[in-house]
Structures are given as C-alpha cells and as structure tokens.
C-alpha cells in the first residue's frame, strides 16, 4: 500500500528554526507538495519538490531525497501565526496524490 | 481575485436528509476535485473531474455524488447523511492533472454536521 508518514505534533519557540520529516511508500513518484492547513481553513500551497535537493522560499525551504522516500519542511525565524498543520503530499505514478495526515505545529512565545 | 468558492461554509443536517454543497471557480482550472477531511486526518479524495470526465474513486460510498454542469461550477451530493459524514468537504481546483507542479487551489470549505 502508499503511506505518508510524519509525526502527529510538534512544538517550538517563536524566533526559533523548526523541521517536519516527512518519509514515503507510493507506486512512482511524480514530486512531492507541502501545505499549510490553519485550523478550520483550506489547505494552502507551500512548496513542490520532484528532483533531490534544496528548495527556499523566503523563510521556508524544502529538501527532497527520492532514494531515501523522505523530505522535511524547515521553518525558520518561526512567528505565532505559523501555528498551523502542515501536510505532506506524494504524486504517485498514476498521478494521483497521496496525503500524510499533517504535522500539527505549535508555536511558543 | 481570481478564487474557488464554496457555499455555504456551514450546514447542519439532520440524519438522512439530503443536502448539496456547491464549489465555484473562476481560474478556469480543467481539474475540479472534492475531498472529505475528518479532524486530524489526511485529506481523502472522494471525486474528480477533468473537465467533464468524471473519475469516482473506488472507495467513495454510493451516498455520495457529484455533478459538474459546466467548467466553473461542481456540486457534491449526499444522498441519506449519516454521523459518519460530518466532516469537512474541500473543493479544489487545479490547471491540469498530469506531471509538473499541478498545485491544488483549495476553497475555504464547507463543515457538515449532522444531527
């Protein structure tokens, strides 16, 4: 079967430098999503990943290994309003996406 | 802006009683999908349409259906709500279903909950 695993909840100090892993079995892979999901609100593009490496964008970055089946999301110079879920997304080969069921995050003063 | 939109945000059934929630577009996206969300769950899709191919995935119960008249507009169907089903229900839209970033635009979503 496809499983997206990450871990249930995290928490961190605001200021601070946080990452979510996120590892994967899926038939293919046609790149890997990460979404941001505020309690009771859609889901909400973060980053997209479909070769090995580093992605950034401003103070989030994204890292993929297709051979390892994991990524991880890292959050940097965290702020209250990044207290969200965060979710992992895998495209399989038949282009349909499988989703990890989220990464709650919450965020200290 | 160009958005998804859905309608309403809230609706409160009683068990068994029939009730249509409606997703709208105007990104003039070919993919339309509906997704259940539970609390704390993954996203589980229940439809999708490329333009009007409609593809029900294997595992969404018969209560459940959908309608697509035109590009802009989806409706989901729940014939005979159950406690099961009280859940989130996400519409999202995206450019094309193939290979690249096919980004999902999601709507503020419609919670369900039943009586």
């Known amino acids: 079967g496809q499983n997206i695993d990450q871990p249930t909840e995290m928490t961190a100090t605001e200021g601070a430098i946080v990452q979510i892993n996120c590892t994967y079995q899926t038939s293919g892979f046609n790149g890997l999503f990460w979404y941001q999901q505020h309690a009771g609100e859609a889901p909400t593009f973060l980053s997209y990943n479909v070769l090995d490496g580093l992605e950034e964008k401003g103070r989030f970055s994204s890292f993929l290994s297709r051979s390892k089946g994991y990524s991880y999301l890292l959050l940097k110079e965290l702020q209250m309003k990044d207290s969200a879920s965060y979710l992992c997304a895998v495209m399989d080969s038949n282009y349909q996406l499988i989703w990890g069921a989220g990464t709650k995050l919450i965020i200290k003063p | ?115």
């Open chain 2, 1 to 115: 802006d160009a958005m998804v939109i859905q309608n309403p945000r809230y609706q409160v059934t009683q068990f068994g009683k029939p009730v249509t929630l409606s997703c709208s577009q105007t990104l003039n996206h070919n993919v339309m999908y509906w997704y259940q969300q539970k609390s704390s769950q993954a996203p589980k899709l229940l439809f999708h349409y490329y333009d009007k191919d409609f593809n029900n995935e294997a595992d969404t119960p018969d209560n459940f259906q959908s309608r697509r008249p035109n590009t802009s507009f989806c409706f989901l169907d729940i014939r005979s709500p159950g406690l099961g089903d009280a859940a989130m229900y996400l519409c999202a839209t995206s450019r094309d279903g193939g290979a690249g970033a096919n980004v999902l635009t999601f709507g503020a979503g419609s919670r369900l909950t039943v009586l």
